[in-house]
């Protein structure tokens, strides 16, 4: 069952309806009106028109473009839709703002084929850099490749083709998920990693035969080599990078903005990121409606939880009630914690990043303070210690009604543990493209019986009665939402083959994970996800009708109009 706010919609208002019998004035006119389209409210009494009017950044009004026609004025903007398919603006629940714009400032790796390829890359870019300027890059996957590196350690390739390429610039490339990365010999040097180093907890320095690290670090790890870029970083003036900040926030707007996204939720920073997203907000420099999860230690948390807890900050442009935590790792880099070990690294049963313990005081700080805990939790392991933590919190909390904690991936989960998401009311923030992007692959590492038992189940948790909310995790994913509504209905991979296609959503389903279950997730149902008078006029314009067109058309639309609070902020 999708839970979401009751409402009846008053579809078009009483004087609307005499204007238009010619028995009273005419409505205040509306400074946007939507005409002659599919529009799909998601609101039980009316779920489709043809129109729709806005006024202060709310929605008026819906109905029959003759009935709309009352409230265009001289100043109207009237958008001719000409039968094209809008939605409720579409909501990405777990994504990263800031590393969308970063990854625009680095190398984009994610097309790569070879570590030839990104070697390649990077000796370009040291030609271009600065002496002793770090060279960064995002997006390789080592499983998308054409071929194995050769030396190689699990798959993951020796440092010293890159160290050779570049001697003197740190090189620092990480992996599609975030949760490992590659280093040359200078970034190594300057973080001090020598044979020696040990792993730190919930982390590993990966080695070869002889003791050597290669280059290789996962999850936890990877602060030791990233210390290269803080290096780098303190060397700049206060104004230089506060212009680069500045620039990766303009840049992760505008990319949200273009591919449809009205509002996101922002997976993870630091509170002086918060700040700088205010200072945005008061120049009017954002325009994408932000859902901020907090990552800061418990003991900040407890200490500044009632002042950082922020509700519709600019006119509904910021919220921050959430927490975020991680568990544990990703599966590509066999970091996922799980139950059993890996079918193809049968000494490894992943990674915990985060003790239990810690977690537990994270979510007594969380539910006592009013704030939502999300948890990255991507192996069955770590899921069931997830919802373990959750179930005990709110054992401990009876009187706490509605917390709506969530689990972030939810990728591999056992059987026995599905059914728990729709018992305790626990959201499932998942992302179809994952699936899809990974599943030919998964079956290695999990083994058939996991992967068809618990992977990507968002059949199996809806039908608990779990709400289950869409999203991308950008830039692991572009942040684009079609080829995710279209992994959701279809989980066909490249191949054409469908992984475990009982699993898919109908296109209703779907719609939904990125709207109203988005803004459910959010606890932002009453303001926004579906289209209803007194509602925020975020609204979303795509050139095919994704509900009806022909499953393999879904991947030629396009984002047309991007409408958040009766602004079009993009339009193609």
Not at 326 to 340: F, T, V, Y
Not at 376 to 402: C, M, Q, S, V, W
Not at 537 to 546: I, R
Request: some cysteine; hydrophobic content about 40%; proline content about 5%.
């Amino acid at each position: 069952m999708i839970l979401h706010a009751l409402r009846l919609p008053v579809l078009i208002t009483f004087a609307a309806a005499l204007a238009l019998a010619g028995c009273g004035p005419k409505p205040e006119p509306a400074d946007l009106v939507l005409t002659n389209g599919k529009i799909v409210t998601l609101e039980q009494a009316k779920p489709e028109v043809q129109a729709l009017a806005a006024r202060g950044g709310v929605i008026a009004a819906l109905g029959t473009s003759k009935e709309m026609e009352a409230y265009i004025g001289p100043a109207t903007q009237v958008i001719d839709l000409d039968g094209r398919l809008a939605t409720p603006g579409f909501i990405d629940s777990h994504l990263h703002f800031t590393g969308i714009g970063q990854a625009k400032l680095s190398l984009d790796l994610t097309k790569a084929r070879s570590w030839e390829e990104i070697v390649a890359m990077v000796a370009e870019a040291v030609r271009e850099a600065k002496p002793g300027q770090p060279i960064t890059g995002r997006g390789w996957h080592q499983e998308k490749w054409d071929k194995r590196p050769e030396p190689n350690v699990d798959g993951l390739p020796l440092h010293d083709a890159l160290s050779k390429v570049s001697p003197d610039n740190p090189v620092v490339l990480t992996h599609a998920s975030g949760h490992s990365c590659l280093a040359n010999a200078k970034a190594m040097e300057l973080g001090k990693v020598t044979p020696a180093t040990p792993d730190p907890a919930g982390g590993q320095v990966v080695k070869d035969a002889k003791g050597r690290p290669i280059g290789a670090f996962l999850e936890t790890a990877q602060g030791l080599v990233r210390r290269s870029l803080a290096l780098w970083a303190a060397s700049r003036t206060p104004e230089e990078k506060l212009e680069e900040q500045r620039r990766v926030v303009e840049l992760a707007d505008r990319e949200c903005l273009s591919k449809g996204l009205t509002s996101i939720t922002d997976a993870g920073v630091g509170w002086s990121q918060v700040e700088l997203y205010k200072s945005a907000i008061d120049q009017g420099r954002l325009g994408v409606r932000l859902n901020v999860m907090l990552s800061e230690g418990n003991k900040r948390l407890a200490e500044h939880a009632a002042e950082w807890r922020i509700l519709g900050y600019g006119g509904n442009r910021l919220t921050v009630r959430s927490i975020k935590r991680l568990i544990d790792g990703a599966l590509g880099a066999h970091g996922a914690w799980l139950l059993e070990p890996y079918s193809d690294l049968p000494s490894s049963t992943g990674l915990n990043t985060e003790p239990v313990e810690d977690l537990k005081e994270t979510a007594r700080i969380a539910i006592e303070n009013g704030y939502q805990l999300g948890v990255h939790a991507i192996g069955d392991r770590a899921n069931r210690e997830t919802l373990d933590i959750y179930e005990a919190a709110f054992k401990a909390h009876p009187d706490k009604k509605d917390v709506r904690f969530r689990i972030e991936h939810a990728q591999h989960l056992a059987a026995v543990d599905i059914a728990r998401f729709g018992a305790l009311g626990v959201i499932a923030a998942m992302q179809a493209i994952h699936c899809t992007s990974d599943g030919p692959w998964i079956a290695l590492r999990l083994g058939e019986r996991r992967a068809e038992e618990g992977a990507y189940a968002w059949r199996k948790l809806m039908d608990t009665g779990a709400v289950v909310s869409n999203g991308t995790d950008a830039p692991v994913e572009d942040c684009d939402p079609i080829p995710g509504f279209y992994a959701s209905v279809t989980r066909k991979m490249k191949n054409g083959q469908a992984f475990y296609p009982g699993q898919r959503m109908t296109r209703e389903e779907a719609l939904r994970s990125y709207t109203l279950n988005g803004a459910y997730a959010a606890f932002e149902e009453g303001i926004k996800g579906s289209l209803a008078p007194g509602k925020l006029a975020d609204v979303t314009v795509f050139s095919k009708d994704l509900m009806t067109c022909p499953e393999e058309d879904i991947r030629q639309a396009e984002v047309l109009w991007t409408i958040v609070g009766g602004r079009i902020l993009y339009k193609k």
